[in-house]
């Protein structure tokens, strides 16, 4: 298996921009997390899903960041528009079940600089 | 939010010494994990404690999870090089893991 993949890697772009954040989830895993890691914050889950279905988008900063899951091999994060602040690494993970009971699986993650 | 202190922040030790550290909270978890992850790479799950007082061991790293389910302690016996790395601690809050900070582990040969 090839792992949770994340696109792309590194993205660098200026305050304003739209910016797109796409995730493959490991086959057969049904929940799938969006997770922002900062030095100040460290790793905070924004949202996540079930069946393709957003559970918790509590952790969303503002109503500029959106996530969908069309399907179960898919998955992306929008910023729009992007600000300097929104600069930090962006995980995705995923996992058969949505308790501790069951590993999440974290991707490379995309680090992500607004100038 | 269940907070999870983690402490210390940051270590660097040299290859062979013993080390621990914590991850503190004033919530009681069902079950904690621990994670390490590598510069460049996401978190990768070492272990999971589920019994207060629960300890669990791989290889030369203990884990130990607090009676009350508050608190759990990592230590590490003859560090390595290949030790080095964030080491995360996360609380089960239902469906969602909430993370510590991380303490910054730097193992020098």
């Known amino acids: 298996d090839a792992g949770v993949i994340q696109s792309p890697r590194h993205e660098v772009t200026e305050m304003g921009q739209e910016v797109t954040l796409r995730c493959k989830p490991i086959s057969g895993h049904d929940y799938l997390f969006w997770y922002r890691q900062t030095m100040m914050r460290g790793l905070e889950l924004l949202i996540y899903?079930?069946?393709?279905?957003?559970?918790?988008d509590s952790g969303m900063p503002e109503d500029r960041f959106s996530a969908k899951m069309p399907n179960a091999s898919f998955s992306t994060l929008k910023i729009q528009p992007s600000e300097p602040r929104d600069s930090a690494v962006y995980f995705c993970a995923s996992s058969r079940g949505g308790s501790s009971s069951y590993e999440q699986y974290f991707g490379p993650g995309t680090r992500l600089t607004v100038t | 939010t269940q907070l999870l202190e983690q402490s210390p922040q940051f270590l660097s030790i040299q290859e062979g010494e013993n080390l621990t550290v914590y991850c503190n909270s004033s919530?009681?978890?069902?079950?904690l994990q621990w994670y390490r992850q590598e510069p460049g790479e996401g978190p990768v799950l070492l272990v999971t404690v589920v019994t207060g007082g629960e300890v669990k061991k791989l290889k030369r790293l203990t884990f130990q999870f607090g009676d009350a389910r508050k608190d759990s302690s990592l230590h590490i016996t003859a560090a390595q090089p290949g030790d080095t790395g964030l080491y995360l601690c996360a609380g089960d809050s239902g469906y969602a893991l909430n993370f510590g900070k991380g303490t910054s582990l730097l193992v020098t040969p």
């Open positions: 899903f079930n069946n393709n279905v957003p559970i918790d």
């Open positions: 919530s009681v978890f069902s079950s």
